[in-house]
């Protein structure tokens, strides 16, 4: 399952910082000057999962393979972004491409690192990047609407269909709300996300402090945390130059770094956690001594859909599930005594698998 999160903002706010240290790489540069990064730079990183070392201890495994998640590092948008300032169309491409938007705002004052619009304020930076999404929506819908129309006017149903909701996503956007607000019923959200809305895409937002304020915020990153609060959002408290000082540290030496700032996990962990579960996401394992290993699956998908991730044959021949609950099979030391104790249990097409479950899938 490829799931992908831009990482979105003003130049100089510490997006290309903050990939560096996710990543662990330098391919993103992240230098003192608008427009640095040109192309957008991905990386794949693992979903931190510690259920999945306690899994492999158990069960003897020679590898651990987490679940993983893409984070795209946008160049810097700005004004008149919708416009193609500053490059602003082809990134804004880049945007459509994602599933989810993680906004950075900067909520740090450092004056060696300017700012492109010469102020610190996280609530007006967030402001420029969603307006000139709205905007970039505004125009595409009402390119589109015409053509819609016409093929509405001659009957066609899936163009009456698409003709409403684009009036839908119009009344939110020139209301001056974002498009995810819009209430959307599940028969028309295919059809919603076939409309590639920039304003419609899952939002976090993304606080970046000093070094200082990693571990409660300041006055800034509280600012942001109301402002994603009143859009129905989550804010994530992370310090970008700590975490990429963190990432070039081996285990221990990371732990000893995060005691002596007084912080439980590098921030990184809870923005790629927060960034799986803004999709609608949970994972279940399969566990053997070959390898322990997450799987990703929506909430709410049953035991065949789960089953199809590994492969599509899977599903098309699923027969049942042999499913032990995560705390069951870590309490009774793995599948053996758990199948004695009764916790291993067969389940069918309908069950709906939940966060954590170890499954063994038979299929024709």
């Not at 987490?66 to 602003?88: C, M, N, Q, W, Y």
């Amino acid at each position: 399952m490829a799931l992908k999160v831009a990482i979105v903002g003003l130049p100089n706010v510490g997006k290309s910082t903050l990939f560096n240290a996710l990543t662990k790489t330098a391919a993103a540069q992240a230098a003192n000057y608008p427009f640095c990064t040109i192309e957008p730079n991905t990386g794949d990183v693992a979903v931190p999962e510690p259920r999945l070392k306690v899994l492999a201890e158990i069960a003897g495994s020679k590898e651990i393979i987490p679940s993983r998640i893409t984070f795209v590092d946008i160049a810097g948008l700005v004004r008149g972004a919708s416009k193609g300032e500053g490059l602003g169309n082809q990134f804004l491409a880049n945007i459509r491409d994602c599933d989810a938007i993680a906004f950075v705002a900067r909520c740090f004052v450092d004056d060696d690192i300017t700012h492109v619009e010469n102020r610190i304020d996280p609530i007006s930076d967030l402001e420029i990047i969603e307006t000139e999404l709205m905007l970039a929506d505004l125009e595409s819908l009402e390119r589109r609407r015409v053509q819609m129309e016409k093929r509405a006017k001659g009957g066609d149903k899936e163009s009456q269909q698409s003709l409403r909701l684009v009036d839908l996503a119009l009344a939110r956007l020139n209301a001056g709300k974002p498009a995810r607000t819009a209430e959307v019923s599940k028969e028309d959200r295919k059809a919603w996300d076939m409309l590639q809305l920039l304003t419609a895409l899952p939002a976090l937002y993304v606080a970046n402090v000093d070094e200082s304020s990693a571990d409660k915020g300041n006055e800034l990153s509280d600012r942001v945390a109301e402002r994603a609060k009143a859009d129905g959002a989550n804010t994530v408290v992370i310090s970008a130059r700590i975490d990429s000082e963190l990432a070039v540290l081996d285990e221990a030496e990371q732990m000893e770094f995060l005691e002596s700032m007084g912080l439980a996990e590098p921030g990184l962990n809870r923005l790629i956690r927060e960034a799986y579960a803004l999709l609608g996401l949970q994972s279940y394992f399969t566990v053997g001594p070959k390898e322990a290993r997450a799987w990703t699956i929506h909430i709410g998908d049953t035991a065949p859909q789960a089953a199809g991730v590994i492969h599509t044959d899977f599903e098309k021949g699923f027969i049942r599930a042999e499913t032990i609950a995560y705390d069951d099979y870590v309490a009774l030391k793995g599948e053996a005594k758990a199948r004695e104790a009764g916790k291993l249990r067969a389940e069918g097409k309908s069950y709906v698998v939940k966060d954590g479950d170890v499954m063994n899938f038979l299929f024709n």
